[in-house]
């Protein structure tokens, strides 16, 4: 059997995070994953489980790391992660910025199931 990918997601907001849990649980035969509210406490789980995909808010707000600031970190920790970006309005400079730090994608939240579904079978393979 084929092991399923690890799903990192990293969220402030609880409306966002409860949205991004609900569409995760319908991929749950698809998909392992994890919901995180601060960037400290999903860090130190990747130096053990490694993600291989992490959606960030590229807008997070942290003590001490932001969406930027926490993907490198996470890239430093296992370069083979993933990493999707997320923001609640994509704009053109949002999107381009996304791209020059390492993310495959900017995508708009909430997260649909659409798009979450959309990205699975096109990364997942």
């Known amino acids: 059997m084929k092991k399923k990918p690890v799903i990192a997601v990293f969220e402030n907001d609880p409306l966002n995070r409860f949205i991004c849990q609900r569409m995760l649980d319908l991929q749950i035969?698809?998909?392992?994953?994890?919901?995180?509210?601060?960037?400290?406490?999903?860090?130190?789980?990747?130096?053990?489980?490694?993600?291989?995909?992490?959606?960030?808010?590229?807008?997070?707000?942290?003590?001490?790391?932001?969406?930027?600031?926490?993907?490198?970190?996470?890239?430093?920790?296992?370069?083979?992660?993933?990493?999707?970006?997320?923001?609640?309005?994509?704009?053109?400079?949002?999107?381009?910025?996304?791209?020059?730090e390492g993310f495959i994608t900017c995508l708009e939240k909430p997260l649909s199931f659409f798009d979450i579904d959309k990205l699975l079978k096109e990364i997942v393979t």
């Open 29 to 100: 035969e698809k998909v392992s994953f994890h919901i995180f509210g601060t960037a400290e406490e999903g860090l130190e789980m990747a130096k053990t489980l490694k993600f291989d995909f992490a959606f960030i808010d590229l807008h997070f707000k942290g003590e001490i790391y932001g969406g930027v600031e926490l993907a490198r970190e996470l890239k430093s920790i296992s370069d083979k992660t993933v990493l999707v970006a997320m923001t609640t309005l994509i704009q053109q400079r949002d999107s381009e910025r996304a791209k020059s």
